[in-house]
């Protein structure tokens, strides 16, 4: 079952993050800002939550390699990923706060923390020349132009 500390915070994440083999026995807990790891026949160490979020992002934004992303003509804003070696299919669409997509992956995100981007959306967002969701949501951000009805300032002179 997925949870909020599970989905970032994980045993894999763990083995990943430290180059160990994916049969090695990792123990996690959660602190304040960090989480404690123990490896089998190691001593105890701390990695910052902040390292977990980013390997969590990085990781997402590495597996977009083998997906095949197509435009769909029948709906605006909305794509088709295809993963050519599972032979699965998502549907991912792009609004100005964000891309969506109908995997599970995402609605966990979307569940625990409100906000996210799966890999799908982020082979979307590559496909749109965009690096990082952060991006995508710069460009799209529409800024005001003051009102230019306004008087100008008067000075002394």
């Given at each position: 079952m997925v949870t909020a500390f599970n989905i970032l915070f994980s045993a894999a994440a763990v083995r990943r993050l430290l180059g160990l083999r994916p049969s090695a026995q990792v123990e996690i807990r959660q602190f304040f800002k960090v989480i404690w790891v123990w490896v089998k026949g190691q001593r105890p160490t701390f990695i910052?939550?902040?390292v977990?979020?980013?390997?969590?992002?990085?990781?997402?934004?590495?597996?977009?390699?083998?997906?095949?992303?197509?435009?769909?003509?029948d709906l605006a804003n909305h794509y088709t990923v295809r993963n050519l070696h599972k032979d699965t299919a998502y549907v991912v669409e792009v609004r100005r706060e964000g891309v969506f997509c109908t995997c599970d992956d995402l609605n966990n995100q979307l569940e625990f923390f409100g906000w996210g981007c799966c890999k799908h959306g982020y082979a979307v967002l590559a496909k749109?020349?965009?690096?990082?969701l952060r991006d995508y949501i710069k460009a799209k951000t529409v800024i005001p132009f003051p009102n230019v009805a306004e008087r100008p300032a008067r000075y002394a002179a």
């Amino acid at each position: 079952m997925v949870t909020a500390f599970n989905i970032l915070f994980s045993a894999a994440a763990v083995r990943r993050l430290l180059g160990l083999r994916p049969s090695a026995q990792v123990e996690i807990r959660q602190f304040f800002k960090v989480i404690w790891v123990w490896v089998k026949g190691q001593r105890p160490t701390f990695i910052s939550k902040r390292v977990f979020m980013q390997h969590f992002v990085d990781f997402r934004k590495a597996q977009i390699k083998g997906l095949k992303v197509t435009e769909r003509l029948d709906l605006a804003n909305h794509y088709t990923v295809r993963n050519l070696h599972k032979d699965t299919a998502y549907v991912v669409e792009v609004r100005r706060e964000g891309v969506f997509c109908t995997c599970d992956d995402l609605n966990n995100q979307l569940e625990f923390f409100g906000w996210g981007c799966c890999k799908h959306g982020y082979a979307v967002l590559a496909k749109l020349g965009f690096g990082s969701l952060r991006d995508y949501i710069k460009a799209k951000t529409v800024i005001p132009f003051p009102n230019v009805a306004e008087r100008p300032a008067r000075y002394a002179a």
